[in-house]
């Protein structure tokens, strides 16, 4: 049966698992689908190295683990407006998602997950860490799991891609990867410990890109504790650096994890596609 003999090697660090001997480019099964959504339920990462997708065969596979989010604010690949570009040019200073954040938490019903297709690779740099979310929450205090657990968190998206958007504000040369933000007015709250829609384990959901403060509470009462979580959740043992290839994938599940694209390849270019999957709402 197509691809479903793949083997899963745990990554070796915080998060995320490999799935070898598969080649998605066949597409795949019920079963095979079902195994890896509940493999990316207990890693919170899926990587997959030497694909060798279509953006057709890309599209393919995102569809077959839910419906596609189209981004409102990242340009899209020209001819497949459902992928969108995630692209620094060898001219251009400012990469996209380089700082700690989990996508779409700004939306009511966040994003599950985006599948990140490596197309074109700096010749040193540009990997992407991610951290996990799990970990973070299981590793604090009895205490603190307590009191967290009685909180929401507010999320934006309008300090990232809104009209005084932090990037602007830096003078950043994204003006023609960013655009459409007067699209940017999600707002929304979430607990700040969620149960995971697959896995059902317990998960610390509050990242540094687009949390503003606890549901509540004033920024300046939240700032303290939020700086607290982020700093412990990015420990280096919750985290895992991927290095990319071209044809190299990442599949990760956004309530599961936190990702942070690596900025250190000024002069080379980097070209990816994402597809990212609709969830759900959140629940504690
Ligand atoms: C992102 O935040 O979606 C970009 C991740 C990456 O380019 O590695």
Do not use: C
């Not at 990587?47 to 077959?64: G, I, K, N, W």
């Not at 683990?65 to 251009?92: C, L, W, Y």
């Not at 891609?161 to 459409?180: P, T, V």
């Not at 190299?248 to 080379?268: C, E, M, P, Q, V």
């Amino acid at each position: 049966m197509q691809n479903e003999d793949f083997t899963i090697r745990p990554s070796g660090g915080g998060v995320g698992a490999f799935v070898e001997n598969v080649d998605l480019s066949l597409g795949v099964t019920d079963q095979a689908r079902d195994r890896l959504r509940q493999t990316l339920g207990e890693h919170g990462v899926l990587f997959f190295r030497d694909q060798t997708l279509t953006p057709d065969e890309h599209v393919t596979l995102a569809e077959r683990f839910g419906t596609i989010n189209v981004n409102r604010f990242f340009g899209a690949v020209e001819s497949h407006p459902m992928i969108a570009e995630v692209r620094k040019e060898p001219d251009q200073q400012t990469n996209i998602g380089g700082g700690w954040h989990t996508d779409h938490s700004y939306d009511e019903e966040p994003a599950m997950g985006s599948i990140l297709l490596a197309r074109e690779t700096p010749p040193t740099g540009g990997d992407t860490l991610f951290a996990n979310m799990y970990a973070a929450y299981e590793n604090l205090s009895d205490g603190l799991k307590q009191t967290l657990e009685g909180l929401k968190a507010v999320h934006s998206s309008r300090h990232v891609f809104g009209a005084n958007s932090r990037y602007k504000q830096e003078g950043a040369d994204l003006s023609d990867r960013f655009g459409n933000e007067a699209a940017a007015t999600q707002d929304s709250v979430h607990p700040a410990v969620i149960s995971h829609p697959i896995s059902g384990k317990k998960a610390l959901y509050v990242n540094p890109g687009f949390t503003l403060r606890f549901d509540g509470w004033t920024d300046a009462e939240s700032a303290p504790l939020l700086q607290m979580l982020y700093a412990h959740a990015a420990k280096p043992e919750h985290t895992y650096r991927f290095q990319w290839a071209p044809g190299s994938i990442a599949f990760w599940d956004n309530r599961a994890t936190w990702h942070y694209a690596l900025n250190d390849y000024h002069g080379s270019r980097r070209l990816m596609h994402r597809i990212t999957v609709e969830g759900g709402k959140l629940a504690a």
